[in-house]
């Protein structure tokens, strides 16, 4: 109700550094669906900022039936929204992400939006190119490994060392 209504709330949430129960006044942009649970994108009035907040870590939560907030005109939820690679807040430092996949899951990716910047080229061997828009690299990380072998991940180069990284522990698991 204080999303529809634009009333301002106050509850109690965990600070992200030291995980210390903090008391925050917030007004509630918009609730979104993502990894099975709710996250509630609110301006946090002290901070000067819009957060992130997971709805189940909210508590002692009140709604000021007596105020209330204006939308801001420029507030957008799809610049927070990375399609299927989280709620990451868009800024200047968006980065180009190119992944080879192999011809067997060309089908796969090409049938498949993850993300409003995609951009696929198919390739003379029959494999595709995906290139990608991104301001966070976490999720597209576990993504592509989710791909094995079957993805090559060629830009930026600090995200496939990440994912080399990883493959590389994975494996040793394996050997030892």
């Known amino acids: ?8 709330l106050d509850c109690r949430y965990p600070a992200a550094d ?25 301006y946090d009035t002290a901070a000067d900022e819009v957060r992130d907040l997971v709805l189940d870590a909210l508590t002692d939560t009140r709604v ?7 939308l801001p005109e420029d507030f957008c939820v799809d610049t927070y929204v990375q399609g299927q690679f989280g709620i990451w807040r868009t800024g200047a430092t968006v980065r180009q992400v190119e992944i080879d996949f192999d011809a067997s899951v060309r089908d796969y990716v090409l049938t498949r939006r993850v993300h409003p910047s ?15 828009e991104l301001s966070d690299l ?3 990380a576990s993504w592509i490994l989710g791909f094995g072998s079957q ?5 930026p180069i600090d995200l ?7 493959l590389s522990r994975a494996v040793g698991r394996y050997h030892s």
């Open 1 to 8: 109700q204080a999303v529809a209504n634009l009333r301002p």
């Open 18 to 42: 030291t995980g210390a129960i903090q008391r925050l006044e917030v007004h509630p942009y918009a609730l979104l669906l993502y990894k099975d649970a709710i996250h509630c994108l609110a």
């Open 64 to 70: 000021q039936n007596d105020a209330r907030f204006e």
């Open 118 to 132: 995609q951009r696929t080229e198919l390739l003379a061997d029959g494999s595709v190119r995906m290139i990608l």
């Open 138 to 140: 976490t999720e597209v």
């Open 151 to 155: 993805a090559e991940v060629l830009a």
């Open 160 to 166: 496939r060392e990440r994912v080399a990284a990883e």
